[in-house]
């Protein structure tokens, strides 16, 4: 007796391991982080307003991109995912995440260039009082610098690649113990490399910046990224403990490979 069609909804979901529409969804997450840091990192505020330390920036305030609130989550990702699925699978969330924001930049370009409409509703209590106004703050807040974008994307690209390969690295110093090792070991010199290179890139090429200030700028957003990284180490053990448990997976605290790799 023939069997009954399989509703195409139920059929997808057999077809799918819960491992891949889980990875799918830890992918989604990276790429939607990216693009966010992208957006939001044009903007600048200050951390300590009433003056740091005095052995950094000589005591003045602190000044540090918006992306500094989301950037570091991509790391976290990229370790979750290294941890259970491995290197390669890493990887590939790396180079989707460089794909989409190449995308993203590409829209928001296009976006741009479009000529406003006269019944663009201006907002007067943010001060803007006609369609050119509203289309000047669009292009404001949407436009990068191109010394910029290239200092952003070579660091991500060379900072997230490294941060797969350290992580791997010291999973085979540790003989697979000591996740925060590997974690931390991995998001710290990773994120030395990240800083160094946007930093040094567009503060003294974009805006000409001496060296010495620069030093001091990459040292105050360096020592927030591993506040950052330690921070998230917790994180890090609850996020395997989680997914081993709603991938089935055996707990193994000295496994010496990714479980799905």
């Known amino acids: 007796m023939p069997h009954p069609p399989l509703d195409p909804a139920r059929a997808v979901a ?5 491992s891949e529409l889980t990875y799918t969804f830890l992918a989604s997450t990276f ?10 990192g044009t903007k600048l505020f200050v951390l300590f307003p009433d003056g740091g330390p ?12 918006a992306g500094i609130l989301t950037y570091p989550m991509t790391f976290f990702l990229t370790d979750i995912v290294s941890e259970i699925w491995g290197r390669k699978r890493a990887n590939v969330m790396v180079g989707f995440g460089f794909v989409m924001s190449l995308m993203m930049l590409v829209i928001l370009q296009a976006a741009i260039a479009l000529p406003p409409a006269s019944v663009w509703i201006p907002q007067a209590r943010f001060g803007l009082a006609s369609s050119a106004e509203m289309q000047n703050a669009f292009h404001a807040t949407f436009s990068n610098p191109a010394i910029l974008l290239s200092a952003s994307m070579t660091a991500y690209l060379v900072a997230q690649l490294l941060d797969v390969r350290l992580y791997h690295f010291w999973w085979r110093v540790s003989g697979g113990r000591h996740m925060w090792l590997r974690n931390n070991g991995s998001t710290i010199i ?6 160094i290179i946007v930093n040094g890139i567009f503060l003294r090429f974009g805006l000409g910046f001496d060296w010495l200030l620069i ?12 506040v950052m990284a330690l921070v998230d180490t917790p994180f890090i053990y609850a996020g395997r403990a989680v997914l081993e448990r709603f991938l089935g997976i055996g707990h193994d605290a000295e496994r010496g490979r990714p479980p799905l790799a």
């Open 54 to 65: 005095a052995w950094i920036l000589g005591g003045e305030p602190w000044t540090l991109t």
């Open 31 to 40: 790429a939607v982080v990216l693009v966010l840091t992208n957006i939001i």
């Open 14 to 18: 057999l077809a799918t391991p819960r």
């Open 215 to 226: 030093g001091q700028i990459i040292l105050a957003v360096y020592i927030c990224k591993i």
């Open 190 to 195: 990773s994120q030395l490399v990240d800083t």
